[in-house]
């Protein structure tokens, strides 16, 4: 069935460093895919989405985009703050969505 | 802006009790969700409902029920308790921007003892 796989944390910075966080899909057709984060005690905010190869998702800095020759939606953002800190989590949709796992980024001032 | 009431935010029960979780929306959204969210597997979906009294199952139900006797309440109820199911609950609901753009409550930690 579908899923995501996104790279295991946790992912420890420091400020104004490059952040990247692999995601890779699996999935038939072209799914609608997401990042989410989740500040601490929060629930989940969606961040950024793309619905179709080669489109770019961007807000608040980070940019992700849909690859379908390599079926992956990396996140990347060129200098973090330690606002950043957060739990990051990619996603699909088919009919419902699915998560991955999660990565947990901690920046340091 | 969309509102999610989940209530209790915390709850510390035994093995064998039921319990209910409860979550409110201030708006007329059809979809909503609950999740699980446990480390290592990310948030997985337990039940949805796309209406009143419209259910669904997802993918880690047993053990779980709804119900969704009007628009804006869906409750989640464990109707025995167990070890496994001490975890953080997420209730959502379905944004009108499409599949996938979900909002989502502040969650409702569980722990069975």
């Known amino acids: 069935g579908d899923s995501v796989t996104q790279m295991e944390g946790p992912v420890t910075l420091s400020e104004e460093a490059f952040l990247t966080i692999n995601c890779t899909y699996t999935?038939?057709?072209?799914?609608?895919l997401f990042w989410y984060v989740q500040y601490p005690g929060e629930g989940l905010q969606l961040l950024l989405k793309a619905t179709k190869a080669d489109d770019k998702g961007s807000n608040k800095g980070f940019e992700a985009t849909y690859r379908k020759e390599t079926t992956s939606f990396h996140l990347e953002k060129g200098s973090v703050q330690v606002s950043d800190s957060a739990v990051y989590f990619c996603?699909?949709?088919?009919?419902?969505?699915?998560f991955g796992a999660g990565t947990t980024v901690t920046v340091r001032a | 802006d969309a509102g999610i009431t989940q209530s209790p935010r915390h709850k510390v029960t035994e093995t064998g009790t039921p319990v209910t979780l409860r979550c409110h929306q201030t708006e007329n959204h059809r979809y909503m969700y609950w999740y699980r969210q446990d480390p290592g597997h990310g948030l997985r979906l337990i039940h949805y409902?796309?209406?009143?009294?419209?259910?669904d199952k997802g993918e880690v139900s047993d053990g779980y029920s709804v119900s969704r006797s009007k628009t804006e309440d869906f409750l989640l109820t464990l109707e025995s308790a167990t070890s496994s199911q001490t975890s953080v609950y997420f209730c959502?609901?379905?944004?009108?921007?499409?599949?996938?753009?979900?909002?989502f409550g502040e969650g409702s930690r569980l722990t069975v003892l």
């Open positions: 409902s796309y209406g009143v009294k419209d259910t």
């Open positions: 959502a609901i379905g944004l009108t921007g499409g599949p996938g753009e979900l909002f």
């Open positions: 996603a699909l949709v088919r009919d419902k969505l699915s």
């Open positions: 999935a038939t057709g072209y799914p609608s």
